[in-house]
């Protein structure tokens, strides 16, 4: 029975099983990880993730090692994948690395994922060139360890010995089996690998060591409940998302806004003086006065539509539109004519820009933008830079400027 099916008869309907419960690093433990850590059979994340806990708790404490926890997805991959090229390109570089972790499992059926029903460890001493597989169910995986080596020789390109341990601690039930990798793992990495000398022989076999694996699944289930203190539950990142999001909308909204309201016109009220039809007379023939619509007149210009005599300065400029009022002399008839009958406004004429007539021969800017695509040769009034010119790097100026 697939495991998805016994989770779903165990817990339910209810239960969502592809819930993410913890981001770690590279790893992301769904609930249907965290339950099968509990009481039933590893899946690859749980194995994956115990990995990348070694590699950033342990091996940083140990600069100087140079050993690789290969995942199981990779080793999979090892193991299955025909053409060679692939794998190289996936896994990482094997020159200086003297020992290699990988979790086998009898998978046969490469379209199905989380397949199989067995999991064992390989650790393979490339210094050495030996194989060393620790199997808790005899010689269950005997066959797809072998072939792993084999596979993994290609890829350094020296012969690799496979030695099975026999003497090898053996589970009690049918579901340990990855709680037994995981803790092998860690005790053959921190007790054997990193504690002993560079020149120091260690033995690799496990006869005579007790596996608890009840002990290594509460040990496990507490350093991943420990962890979102330290990095952060999956619903803490979700949280966190939704609150950037929403802040990138406000940010968004604030700055539409302020965008509208510049592109808004101040509203100029309408000034009845200065829409008013009475103008005068003797700017009637001049159109370099014209004056836009809507815009307020001039306190002479007022002065003049209500019959009031103007002010000095706009005497002078009155004066200079009308050559009449500057040769006739002031007489009080005609300021009492002109304050008692106030003088029409000119009417306001706009000058009409005609463009020249645009030379056939030139090309338009357009046409210069898209030369290359029209076949116009582009003019650029600087010179142009000979061919044959040396380079900037060979004038010595980077020298100088470095």
């Not at 490339?126 to 993994?152: C, P, Q, W």
């Not at 690799?160 to 589970?171: A, G, H, T, W, Y």
């Not at 009475?278 to 006065?289: G, L």
Request: hydrophobic content about 35%; aromatic content about 6%.
């Amino acid at each position: 029975m697939p495991f998805r099916q016994r989770m779903a008869r165990h817990f339910g309907d209810s239960l969502s099983p592809e819930k993410p419960f913890l981001s770690y690093y590279d790893v992301l433990l769904t609930v249907e990880d965290m339950k099968s850590l509990k009481n039933d059979w590893l899946t690859d994340n749980n194995i994956a993730f115990w990995e990348e806990y070694l590699e950033h708790e342990t091996l940083p404490r140990f600069p100087q090692a140079r050993i690789i926890l290969l995942r199981p997805s990779m080793t999979f991959l090892l193991m299955k994948e025909p053409d060679m090229r692939h794998v190289r390109s996936a896994l990482p570089d094997f020159n200086k690395v003297t020992h290699v972790f990988l979790p086998i499992n009898d998978n046969r059926n490469v379209a199905m994922a989380e397949g199989g029903s067995h999991w064992s460890l390989l650790l393979v001493s490339v210094l050495d060139g030996i194989a060393f597989h620790y199997d808790s169910l005899g010689g269950a995986n005997y066959a797809e360890a072998n072939l792993a080596t084999r596979k993994l020789s290609e890829i350094v390109q020296r012969p690799i010995r496979f030695v099975n341990l026999e003497d090898s601690p053996q589970q009690e039930n049918g579901s340990d089996c990855g709680v037994f990798v995981c803790l092998l793992m860690r005790h053959l990495l921190v007790k054997r690998l990193l504690a002993a000398n560079a020149r120091e022989k260690v033995s690799m076999s496990m006869a005579g060591k007790m596996v608890d694996s009840n002990g290594g699944r509460k040990e496990m289930l507490r350093i991943i409940e420990n962890l979102p203190a330290r990095f952060g539950s999956w619903e803490d990142f979700e949280k966190l998302m939704h609150q950037s999001e929403r802040q990138h909308d406000e940010e968004i909204k604030q700055h539409s806004a302020k965008r509208r309201k510049s592109r808004e016109l101040p509203v100029i009220p309408d000034d009845p003086e200065t829409n008013s039809p009475k103008q005068d007379d003797s700017r009637e023939d001049n159109p370099s006065v014209a004056t836009q619509p809507g815009r307020p007149m001039t306190r002479a210009r007022a002065a003049a539509g209500k019959g009031e005599l103007p002010s000095p300065a706009s005497s002078k400029r009155s004066t200079s539109s009308s050559p009449q009022s500057s040769t006739s002399p002031k007489s009080p008839k005609s300021s009492q004519s002109s304050s008692t009958q106030p003088t029409p406004s000119p009417i306001r004429r706009m000058r009409r820009i005609v463009q020249p007539p645009r030379d056939p021969n030139k090309p338009t800017w357009l046409e210069l933008k898209f030369a290359h695509n029209k076949g116009v040769k582009r003019t650029s009034s600087k010179a142009r830079r000979p061919a044959n010119a040396t380079p900037i790097k060979d004038r010595g100026l980077r020298a100088s400027l470095e």
